[in-house]
């Protein structure tokens, strides 16, 4: 990332790195309550990237559009399960596309400089 970053950059990788230690707890703990924190995140990230005129912020874009996808997908799984009971079928899909997001977060980060 250069020294001018614009605002939007700056809150954006400030959610990105918010996204990924997110994750991270997610990985480390399995609590699947920081879904709604990940959810958090993601929409701020969305808020800011989407339609931005940053030319940074478009260059993630195609990636970003992955992200927001996966985390849908995330949901959409999410709301299949029994009570909240994840079986080993939407735990496998769960885990696939966290591990998605994991590797976008990754990527962007080390396009914008700051891994």
């Known amino acids: 990332m250069n020294e001018e970053a614009s605002q939007e950059v700056i ?3 400030e959610q ?11 990985f480390d703990s399995g609590n699947i309550e920081l879904i709604g ?8 990230m969305h808020r800011i990237q989407h339609g931005s005129e940053d030319k940074v912020l478009q260059a993630v874009d195609p990636e970003c559009r992955i992200i927001y996808g996966n985390f849908d997908m995330i949901i959409a799984v999410l709301r299949t399960t ?3 009971v994840i079986d080993a ?16 977060v990754i990527n962007i980060a080390a396009a914008l400089g700051i891994v």
């Open 11 to 13: 809150t954006f990788c």
């Open 16 to 26: 990105l790195v918010r996204l990924n230690g997110v994750m991270k707890a997610l």
């Open 37 to 44: 924190e990940m959810n958090k995140a993601v929409k701020e």
């Open 82 to 84: 029994e009570e909240g």
């Open 89 to 104: 079928g939407a735990q496998t899909a769960l885990n696939k596309f966290l591990h998605n997001i994991d590797e976008l």
